[in-house]
């Protein structure tokens, strides 16, 4: 059994250490009289997948975990009532543009992932996403030796995901259950902890400032 089944009180997200990449800040973007703040998260991501080419947004690789800890953290300002985070979730796509040529590209990704605290799981987002040809793609990640300096792996579609967070709340943990794909060789199903099966991006948090 797994914590999304049956999420123990003794997991414990491993707060505010520095991954490989280092902790994403944001600065406020929009503010109000009343301290109504959006802003782009403060995040830890275990495994960055790198900057989109047209967005200049961070892409960050879902693992699945059996754990909160194994999972994306993202920081919650101090705030008075519930917070909103709000993100993207994208299918995860190895391009092959050789597959492409041959008809054989065609895949299908339904992914499932948690966002949880160490006391409850809050929402269970899945995203649907689909590869035909490259136009499907959501934005190419610098860094690779493609053409362009660009990576093989690449985000596909999108769910705009929204998640209200508790007022007790300074910490959530987005993390990766289960993949399905579905190519014209047959189908297959990944649930083993550390797999990348998903990626997300524009983490924002609203809240009211204390």
């Known amino acids: 059994m797994t914590i999304w089944s049956n999420l123990p009180r003794r997991c414990r997200a491993r707060g505010r250490a520095v991954a490989a990449a ?12 009343q301290s109504q703040r959006i802003e782009p998260a403060e995040f830890r991501c275990p495994s960055v997948l790198g900057v989109g080419v047209d967005t200049g947004h961070i892409y960050c690789d879902v693992l699945i975990g059996t754990e909160v800890a194994d999972g994306i ?5 101090s705030h008075r009532g519930p917070a909103v985070v709000t993100f993207n979730l994208h299918g995860r796509h190895t391009y092959s543009e050789d597959e492409v ?22 929402s269970r987002p899945l995203v649907l996403a689909e590869f035909r040809s490259v136009a499907d793609l959501a934005d190419r990640v610098g860094g690779g030796a493609g053409p362009g300096g660009v990576k093989a792996v690449a985000p596909v579609a999108g769910e705009a995901i929204r998640v209200t967070v508790p007022d007790d709340v300074t910490e959530i943990s987005i993390v990766g259950i289960e993949l399905e794909v579905l190519r014209l060789d047959g189908r297959e199903t990944f649930t083993s902890p550390g797999r990348p099966i998903a990626v997300i991006s524009d983490v924002q948090v609203e809240y009211r400032a204390r």
């Open 101 to 122: 040529a041959r008809g054989r590209g065609y895949a299908r990704y339904l992914a499932s992932t948690a966002v949880a605290t160490t006391e409850v799981v809050l």
């Open 22 to 33: 280092g902790l994403v800040l944001g600065v406020a973007t929009v503010s109000s009289a």
């Open 73 to 77: 953290i993202v920081v919650i300002p």
